[in-house]
């Protein structure tokens, strides 16, 4: 059973940092790509980034490059979401998610495994 846990989130002022944490457990993950997705209020879920366990490949969407760097930690088994320069747009919950694979990696319904999310808020 592959279980998810985030955290790191928080109240933060615009142009701050803030680092979430995403624990893996259950399985190996050697070809699992891992993703963060983020959910604002009367908003669709949406594709943030996502790193292939193997390799190490990222992506990211439009309105983080340059400000989100997410990395892995292969012996904790955990993936980071280091995120710079917050903008009030940037407030959501964030998610976690894994799968097998990474073709789909940007698609919230491809993913099988998901955390709980945690809340990150920005505020101007």
């Known amino acids: 059973q592959v279980q998810l846990v985030e955290s790191g989130g928080g109240l933060v002022q615009a142009g701050d940092s803030l680092r979430l944490s995403c624990a893996a457990s259950?399985?190996?993950?050697?070809?699992?790509?891992m993703g963060w997705f983020r959910q604002a209020p009367g908003k669709e879920r949406e594709f943030v980034a996502a790193?292939?366990?193997?390799?190490?490949?990222?992506y990211y969407a439009d309105s983080v490059k340059g400000r989100f760097i997410i990395s892995r930690d292969n012996g904790k088994n955990t993936v980071y979401l280091q995120m710079n320069r917050l903008k009030p747009e940037d407030t959501a919950v964030y998610y976690c998610?894994?799968?097998?694979?990474?073709?789909?990696?940007?698609?919230?319904?491809?993913?099988?495994?998901w955390g709980q999310g945690t809340q990150v808020t920005v505020s101007s």
């Open positions: 998610a894994a799968n097998r694979g990474y073709s789909s990696y940007s698609d919230y319904s491809w993913y099988d495994y």
């Open positions: 790193i292939r366990w193997s390799g190490g490949s990222t």
């Open positions: 259950g399985r190996t993950f050697n070809d699992y790509t």
